[in-house]
């Protein structure tokens, strides 16, 4: 399974807690940074995407429902290892091997219970005879057998993509999820969490009461007004004010969650909800930068969320004299981190190296994150 010398080539799909799609990159690793060769994103089908979500919750037949919605995912990421290869106009024999992270559908790193498990829903076997290239998955149950929370995975690829000798920075992917990665200047240990929902409340609210996938730009949020004690009463859940390390889903921040901190707003115009979501997303980010990096002057988005410009004004308002930039600043289009991310431990396990920073999971030490499915 040692990738042949000279190739470091490698494919990294990506699809997060928005369940809206699949980013892929292909990823020369031979250089001083990361060179990105092609990208793809794949958007879901509605019925996959459909599927994925109900199985957020537990549900009758639910085995065999994930089942079958792993195996259209491994079509979807076959799709996207294809595109890539006709973009770079290379064979599969080409590629080490891709690193596939699946749909989480449930994340319990065991922060109230101590029950600690993690299952990202997908297919590799499938994926590694349709691509015709070897698969590595299953990263993140290593970390939390070793007491770790199996997330984030990315801070390691933040600091070298992103980090300075200068000074202390902090990157930040808002996906469904929001997290920050602390980069600090030379000689200190990276830290980094999630710091509670980005999208998905958001995405959720917009589909139910607009029929969007999405808040394009976040405009319909800009147009409402943030209600203060909504606010307060979300920022109210414990979740915020736990220490590091921890990490969190859709386990947590579910449509659930939501409507049981509006019981007490009945008359709060969607709009004005959505506004306000937006600002908890934002003040989460904000609050855990202050506590977490007060010396950062810096603060570095990717994901989705990096283009809400509403996100990114309440950001700007909430954190006075950082300077707030998107991967795009640095050369790294924001729907490409977190898929270069999973090329890289994908060629960290082929290695046998570790993936995890246990300064960020809390992991009893490094590990090699990963199960290889050969083609």
């Not at 939390?144 to 070298?160: C, D, F, K, R």
């Not at 855990?288 to 810096?298: L, S």
Request: net charge negative.
């Amino acid at each position: 399974m040692i990738p042949v010398p000279g190739n470091e080539r490698y494919i990294g799909i990506m699809s997060g807690t928005s369940m809206d799609g699949a980013d892929a990159v292909l990823v020369d690793f031979s250089g001083a940074r990361p060179a990105v060769l092609a990208a793809t994103s794949q958007p879901f089908p509605d019925t996959l995407r459909a599927a994925f979500g109900a199985l957020q919750q537990p549900g009758e037949d639910e085995i065999h429902r994930e089942a079958l919605a792993a195996n259209a995912l491994a079509q979807v990421y076959a799709g996207c290892v294809a595109a890539l290869l006709r973009e770079a106009r290379l064979d599969p024999a080409a590629v080490a091997a891709i690193g596939a992270h699946g749909q989480t559908i449930r994340h319990r790193p065991g922060l109230y219970d101590g029950i600690g498990y993690t299952r990202q829903s997908q297919h590799p076997a499938r994926l590694a005879e349709l691509a015709g290239i070897d698969v590595v998955a299953d990263f993140r149950s290593r970390d939390i057998a070793a007491g770790g929370q199996g997330a984030p995975l990315v801070p390691a690829l933040h600091h070298a993509l992103f980090g300075s000798d200068a000074e202390t920075r902090v990157a930040c992917n808002i996906g469904g999820i929001s997290n920050i990665s602390v980069l600090p200047a030379a000689g200190e240990a990276v830290t980094g969490f999630d710091c509670g929902p980005g999208n998905a409340l958001l995405d959720y609210w917009i589909g139910r009461h607009r029929g969007q996938p999405f808040d394009s730009n976040g405009d319909w949020a800009a147009s409402g007004q943030v209600d203060a004690a909504l606010l307060a009463r979300c920022l109210a859940e414990p979740y915020f004010s736990m220490a590091p390390p921890k990490s969190t889903g859709r386990d947590l921040f579910h449509p659930g969650w939501l409507e049981a901190q509006l019981a007490a707003f009945p008359h709060l115009a969607p709009v004005d909800v959505q506004a306000t979501l937006a600002a908890l997303t934002a003040e989460a980010i904000a609050r855990d930068v202050r506590a977490g990096a007060p010396a950062a002057r810096r603060l570095i988005v990717c994901g989705g969320g990096a283009r809400n410009a509403f996100v990114m004004a309440r950001l700007a308002q909430a954190l006075p004299g950082v300077a707030i930039k998107t991967s795009d600043d640095y050369g790294v289009p924001v729907s490409q981190v977190e898929a270069i991310a999973f090329a890289w431990l994908a060629r960290q396990c082929l290695l046998r190296l570790p993936g995890n920073v246990p300064t960020v999971t809390g992991a009893a030490g490094t590990r090699v994150l990963g199960a290889i499915y050969p083609r």
